[in-house]
Structures are given as structure tokens and as C-alpha cells.
């Protein structure tokens, strides 16, 4: 555990030694929800949700991006700047091997997600008085298990990247289609019914549909949107590890 938190130091420390990716990786989310609410946080949901405001629900909105480009960019451009620099490589002759390096690293931008989601929500809080979340008991590993897929996504990205640019390229590029059709900047229903079906098969919308039962009351407990998370975290955990060990720079 001490060499683990040791690490996990050292990688904390570079985020405030230069903060620049870490202040966009936060600043980016939380700009788009605090927008939002400004625009239309006082309008009324609908009488599917009676008594709830858009901004109620915006707490969901948060982790959903949070999620995504902290996973995406933080593991992706992360990564493969560690790649690029032989941090990975110096790392796996030493007693715990990059695996360490790695999980220390997971576990900071796992932090920095809770960390912008819970600031965007205060702000939601202070500003429009938004609800309090329906069941944050079961917010909490829900949320470590998005991020987690995300993580690995990224990770995979990073494996396939030659550069930390071309990882920012790749990442760019996924990135703002995933948000779009997650249903977090706005929602995927008046979309044609073949976006709409291609959105439903995509990590983005799927974490926004397992977050929204446990923030919002009245609604069912999306048990396909868990079991699509979970493969998916397994399915891109392996791949990560198989695509990473094929370079021969790590």
C-alpha cells in the first residue's frame, strides 16, 4: 500500500506542477453544466418527472462528461506521454513494475472526476437550489465503474497511439461524438431513429442511463446499461493489457 500512495503522490504532484491538463479536463465539463443551468436550469422536466427542473438532472449531465474526458484524454494523452517518455519502460524493471505506475495514475484521475463532478454539483446547489441525489450510496460505484471503463478505453487509445498527439487527435475525434448522442448536452429523442439506435449501443449514453435512476426518483433501474459497463470495462481492460504489451516500448 505504501509504495502504491507513494506513487500516487508523485502523479498527484505532476498535475500541479503543470496544471494546464488537468485544469481543462475540469474546466471543460464544468462550463458546459453551468451553461446549461444559465440557458434552461429553471425549466420544468416534463410530467414524466413532475416537480423536477432541468437543473435537478443536471448532476447526472456532469458525471457523464467528467466521465468521458477525463477518462478519455486524462488515460489517453496521459498514457502515451508516459509511453513517449519511457516512464512505463523504466517502471517494469523496478520491483512492482508499470502496473503500479498505472494504477496509481487511474486512481488521481479518478479522483480529479469526483472532485470537478462534486464541484459542478455545489455549484448546481448553491445556484438553482438542485436536488439532492436520490440514492448517492449507489452513486458512488456506479460512477467508479464508469470511470474504470472509461479509464480503459482510454488506456487503449494510448496503446494505439504513436504520439500524445496523435492520442489528443483520437481522442478529439471520439470524444464529441460520444457526448452528443450520451444524451448529456441535450437529449437524443427528437434525433432520427437510426441515431438514436446507434446512440443506445455507445458507452457515453449508456453511463448516462445507469447514473439517472440513482440521481432522479420515479425512475427504473437500467440493469442493461450495468451489464453493458461491465463487459464493456472487461472487453477494453483486455485490450488495453494485449495492446500494450505488443509495443516495445512499455
Do not use: H
Given at each position: 500500500?505504501?509504495?502504491?500512495?507513494?506513487?500516487?503522490?508523485?502523479?498527484a504532484?505532476?498535475?500541479?506542477?503543470?496544471?494546464?491538463?488537468?485544469?481543462?479536463?475540469?474546466?471543460?465539463p464544468?462550463?458546459?453544466?453551468?451553461?446549461?443551468?444559465?440557458?434552461?436550469?429553471?425549466?420544468?422536466?416534463?410530467?414524466?418527472?413532475p416537480?423536477?427542473?432541468?437543473?435537478?438532472?443536471?448532476?447526472?449531465?456532469?458525471?457523464v462528461?467528467?466521465t468521458?474526458?477525463?477518462?478519455?484524454?486524462?488515460?489517453?494523452?496521459?498514457?502515451?506521454?508516459?509511453?513517449?517518455?519511457?516512464?512505463?519502460a523504466?517502471?517494469?524493471?523496478?520491483?512492482?513494475?508499470?502496473?503500479?505506475?498505472?494504477?496509481?495514475?487511474?486512481?488521481?484521475?479518478?479522483?480529479?472526476v469526483l472532485i470537478?463532478w462534486?464541484?459542478?454539483?455545489?455549484?448546481?446547489?448553491?445556484?438553482?437550489?438542485?436536488?439532492w441525489?436520490?440514492?448517492?450510496?449507489?452513486?458512488?460505484?456506479?460512477?467508479i465503474?464508469?470511470?474504470?471503463?472509461?479509464?480503459?478505453?482510454?488506456?487503449?487509445?494510448a496503446?494505439?497511439?504513436?504520439?500524445?498527439?496523435?492520442?489528443?487527435?483520437?481522442?478529439?475525434?471520439?470524444?464529441?461524438?460520444?457526448?452528443f448522442?450520451?444524451?448529456?448536452?441535450?437529449?437524443?429523442d427528437?434525433?432520427?431513429?437510426a441515431?438514436?439506435?446507434?446512440?443506445?449501443?455507445?458507452?457515453?449514453?449508456?453511463?448516462?442511463?445507469?447514473?439517472?435512476?440513482?440521481?432522479?426518483?420515479?425512475?427504473?433501474?437500467?440493469?442493461?446499461?450495468?451489464?453493458?459497463?461491465?463487459?464493456?470495462?472487461i472487453?477494453?481492460?483486455?485490450a488495453?493489457?494485449?495492446?500494450?504489451?505488443?509495443?516495445?516500448?512499455?
Amino acid at each position: 500500500m505504501k509504495p502504491l500512495m507513494l506513487q500516487f503522490r508523485n502523479q498527484a504532484l505532476g498535475f500541479l506542477r503543470e496544471p494546464q491538463a488537468a485544469i481543462f479536463n475540469v474546466l471543460v465539463p464544468f462550463m458546459i453544466v453551468l451553461i446549461q443551468a444559465l440557458a434552461f436550469g429553471k425549466d420544468e422536466i416534463g410530467s414524466e418527472l413532475p416537480g423536477y427542473r432541468i437543473v435537478d438532472a443536471l448532476g447526472v449531465n456532469a458525471g457523464v462528461m467528467f466521465t468521458m474526458i477525463i477518462g478519455l484524454f486524462g488515460m489517453g494523452v496521459g498514457l502515451s506521454s508516459m509511453i513517449e517518455a519511457r516512464t512505463l519502460a523504466g517502471a517494469s524493471i523496478r520491483p512492482y513494475g508499470a502496473g503500479l505506475v498505472l494504477r496509481a495514475y487511474a486512481l488521481v484521475l479518478l479522483l480529479m472526476v469526483l472532485i470537478g463532478w462534486t464541484a459542478s454539483y455545489f455549484a448546481l446547489r448553491l445556484g438553482w437550489q438542485a436536488r439532492w441525489p436520490s440514492n448517492p450510496l449507489a452513486l458512488i460505484p456506479l460512477m467508479i465503474l464508469s470511470v474504470a471503463m472509461f479509464l480503459m478505453i482510454g488506456a487503449c487509445i494510448a496503446a494505439v497511439s504513436g504520439t500524445p498527439r496523435g492520442a489528443q487527435g483520437i481522442c478529439s475525434a471520439a470524444f464529441f461524438p460520444l457526448l452528443f448522442l450520451s444524451g448529456a448536452v441535450f437529449p437524443i429523442d427528437p434525433f432520427p431513429s437510426a441515431l438514436q439506435a446507434v446512440a443506445r449501443w455507445l458507452p457515453g449514453y449508456r453511463v448516462s442511463e445507469l447514473l439517472a435512476p440513482v440521481w432522479v426518483e420515479g425512475q427504473s433501474f437500467d440493469w442493461i446499461s450495468l451489464v453493458y459497463v461491465v463487459i464493456m470495462l472487461i472487453v477494453a481492460g483486455f485490450a488495453a493489457r494485449r495492446l500494450l504489451a505488443c509495443r516495445e516500448d512499455v
